[in-house]
């Protein structure tokens, strides 16, 4: 059974750092594309950075230069580093994967709205002063 549990989020000022983690389980890292997705209030669900099963990540604009996915096979976890964080940031982050092994950046712009995805619970980052 394929689970993802998002953790690590929460408050902090703008300009600002956060380090979420994603716990894995049901699949290894090698196997698929994983990925971080946001969701603001009032707004649809977006693509963040994302890695593929040799570990290349691709990142949308709003997360380049800001963001860094990374990943620890041995312990199957999927991280996203977030620094210089804005307002605009705010939103509940997702973990996600899927059963396609997708390109990176392929599975951060159309794939994760495809059927056969998995998502963690999602976890809470509020930027404000």
């Known amino acids: 059974q394929v689970q993802l549990v998002e953790s690590g989020g929460g408050l902090v000022q703008p300009g600002g750092s956060l380090r979420l983690s994603c716990t894995v389980s049901?699949?290894?890292?090698?196997?698929?594309?994983v990925g971080w997705f946001r969701q603001a209030a009032g707004k649809e669900r977006e693509g963040v950075a994302c890695?593929?099963?040799?570990?290349?990540?691709y990142y949308e604009d709003g997360a380049r230069g800001r963001f860094t996915i990374s990943r620890d096979t041995a312990k199957n976890m999927v991280y996203l580093q977030m620094d210089n964080l804005t307002p605009e940031d705010t939103a509940v982050y997702y973990c996600?994967?899927?059963?396609?092994?997708?390109?990176?950046?392929?599975?951060?712009?159309?794939?994760?709205?495809?059927?056969?995805?998995?998502w963690g619970q999602g976890t809470q980052v509020t930027v404000s002063s």
């Open positions: 996600a994967s899927h059963q396609i092994s997708w390109r990176a950046q392929q599975y951060c712009s159309v794939g994760f709205k495809r059927q056969g995805g998995y």
């Open positions: 890695s593929n099963g040799v570990g290349i990540p």
């Open positions: 049901g699949f290894t890292l090698d196997t698929y594309t």
